[in-house]
């Protein structure tokens, strides 16, 4: 159990740092571990400024995590217009938007009763 809960915290870290090296804006990581019958144990979740980032901001998410960690993703979607890509870990899923499609699904506020950590940007 404590070796699966430090691959999840490894990955999340990746996932920080892949996202930072892009530039990625208003990092949040939302800890569900406290919600009974999540789906994962985190919600990554920011944005970026234009389709290209979002996908940028994707693929270093991919490259970063897979460097530091050897772990590979297990599912993506939202690459064709980079709106909204999803990047599926497993225990940490990952939420990278445009701005306007942030606001518009409002997701960190779904989770209001989990644990939110904003992530200083570099």
Request: aromatic share 8%; with cysteine.
């Amino acid at each position: 159990m404590i070796k699966i809960q430090e691959e999840t915290e490894n990955i999340a870290n990746a996932v920080i740092e892949g996202i930072q090296r892009v530039k990625g804006k208003d990092i949040l990581k939302i800890d569900l571990t406290t919600i009974n019958h999540s789906e994962c144990s985190y919600f990554i979740i920011c944005h970026g400024t234009s389709n290209t980032q979002v996908s940028a901001l994707g693929h270093s998410v991919e490259e970063t995590v897979e460097e530091l960690t050897g772990s590979k993703v297990w599912h993506s979607e939202g690459y064709e217009n980079a709106l909204w890509v999803l990047l599926d870990y497993g225990e940490v899923i990952v939420h990278l938007f445009q701005k306007n499609a942030r606001d518009f699904y409002n997701l960190e506020n779904l989770w209001a009763d989990a644990a939110v950590i904003k992530i200083e940007e570099n």
